[in-house]
């Protein structure tokens, strides 16, 4: 499967962005506990192979949901569930990924504004009409900003709006029938400390 655009361009992205915060850490006191996340877009996709050929098969909302704890200094882990409701006419082939992500988090503005990088390994469970369940292995890439409104609530998006928050790379080398993407764009969404 060729790789979009897109994901090059995120990837590429995320490496340009400074390794360190634009302010002193000593500044910006790290919240403790765990994140409960949920984000929503419009979601295009499954983006796969049937009956050889490449097709976006579905329109739909994307319904994303994470637990985040921390493990030490920043760096937090992820497990996630991504996946969407069909709007268009057709309710399969349907893809939902399964994934657990590694993140840094920087701070850009004291309290207020955070940088998380991240990337995980996860599983799409593919649907289609006619065909036993399908699983493949990917590679998930999140790059996301959080502006904190409240003492315990944030708000999620892209830090270049129009491109999503998180992309699951299928691993086509691994298990090439059975890959697949979903571009959700654009993602935004709320974060709780809890």
Known sequence: MK???AVITLVFLMFLLPAKPAMSQEEAPEPKGAYLTFETGVSF??????DCYLDVHNIGVRIFS???RGIRDRWYYGISFDGMIPISDQFLPLSNNVSVTAYHRLTFVQEKLFLWKGLGLGSNFIFVEDDPLRVGPTLSLNL????RFAPNAYFEFSPFLLLPTRLHIPLSFIAPHNAAMTIPFPSVGLKFLL
């Open 144 to 147: 996301s900003m959080s502006w």
């Open 45 to 50: 996709g499954p983006i796969m192979v049937i």
């Open 3 to 5: 790789v979009p655009s």
């Open 66 to 68: 994470e637990y985040k």
